[in-house]
């Protein structure tokens, strides 16, 4: 079996388990027993059950919205990460919602964050005054405030008691910078 294989088979396997249960947190065994493989093949892949859980939840998202064209609409791309939050909310929302939010932003942010950089590049045109898309450094730093801040509404928009896809939309286009076109 590829590591890739195995990769894609625990990643399977720990969505399955959560699935069925969101409520408790999924252990290595359930894991292993759900994707046919062996804690040693568990461990060679990843460090622990919430690690995995992030990394699946994170690459189901972003397989999404990098599946849309490169200059894809914001809305469409926002729309999309948040009917994948709505679909997973129990699991977001979930007893361990504060360990899977921590390492979720430590898998999303910087891929949000290198998207936001080609984004900025795309929309230069629009870009405010004495903003230099040939420094680089100047282009991370707004791409790293843009994705933190999606980081964090995120984590806002799953403590609402009912989180509404169109709502969030709306308050995303209401607080986005005005170079960022919608």
Known sequence: MTNHNAVERLRAAVLEVVTENPYEEPTVAIICAAAAL????????????MQLLSEALADDLLTEIESLSPSGDTEVRARLALEHIKRWFEVYRGPFRQELMAMLRQTLAPALQSMNEREIHDRAASLPAGIDV??????AFIAAYIAGGSMAAIERWIESPEPDVDSGIKLLRAA???????
């Open 38 to 49: 062996s804690r040693s093949e568990f461990h060679q892949h990843a460090s622990s059950p």
């Open 134 to 139: 040939d420094d680089e450094s100047e282009v």
């Open 176 to 182: 986005s910078p005005s170079f960022w076109v919608w």
